[in-house]
């Protein structure tokens, strides 16, 4: 298993490390980065959930903004969990991120695609679209969450 | 003096308060979702630089990605600086940035229209462009800092 998982890391830094050591000095700055950008990422996402689960008025325009603003983001968190950001700052991902590397991507990719289609409902203006794409969205958030995040 | 402060945080209350009360659960949130943006926006607007000052290659592609994404991000921050954010997280924002709205509004916009002016010239794979919208931008965010950023 340990050989499987090295072998699978080697595979993730070729196409992984180099441009994420390029692109940040440290450590910190990567841990940093991605911590606000899924910040950033879950304010937005928070307000479309709001409005998905009556908390809030259904306002299509904002809803629009918040939506385009999360699929924006959703792109940018994971060059900042490239090899060697498991520390250096305070940070709660499990350190299987960076074992499964496979499977991180997988739920990153997913999320990058079920934050389209909810940029997409959100275009729609029908609050019903709205609260299927959000379900499946916080689907995706949960689910690599529950894998990576240390509670 | 301290009457015109408190009109001008009056005005800007009318437009700024009631959605930044809406948007944050508590102070901290807002604190942490201003700070969040802004790191976002300066690690890629620190890989432009980088360019722009032959640090690194000129990558016109890279160079656009980056602006497009330092200028979605230039939108972001400002609601996370609604009254009663001066506390409730670590920061190092002034008081001066809650008595003097206009003015840092007015900051705020020159960001946006100098990063959008950034994308632009990322857009032309010019370096030269590049260079001068970057040094322009870089003004903006540095006559800001000067004026609202505890060193």
């Known amino acids: 298993m340990k050989t499987t998982a090295a072998l699978a890391l080697a595979a993730a830094c070729i196409t992984l490390s180099a441009p ?5 000095a440290k450590a910190e700055d990567a841990i940093k980065y991605r911590q606000g950008a899924l910040f950033v990422m879950g304010q ?3 307000r479309i959930g709001a409005m998905a689960n009556g908390k809030a008025p259904f306002d299509a325009k904002a ?3 918040n939506a385009d603003v999360v699929a924006n983001m959703a792109r940018l968190p994971w060059t900042g969990f490239g090899p060697g950001t498991d520390k250096g700052a305070p940070t709660k991902a499990k350190p299987d991120l960076w ?3 496979a499977k991180f991507k997988e739920h990153s990719e997913k999320l990058e695609t079920e934050t389209a289609k909810l940029a997409a409902a959100a275009k729609t203006g029908n609050l019903d679209s709205l609260k299927v794409a959000f379900g ?6 949960k689910a690599c969450h529950d894998a990576y995040r240390a509670r």
């Not at 994420?20 to 940040?24: M, N, R, S, V």
């Not at 499946?136 to 958030?141: F, L, M, Q, T, V």
């Open 20 to 24: 994420a050591a390029a692109q940040f």
């Open 63 to 65: 809803a629009q903004e």
């Open 136 to 141: 499946d969205a916080a689907k995706s958030c």
């Open 44 to 46: 937005h996402f928070g």
């Open 99 to 101: 074992n499964e590397p």
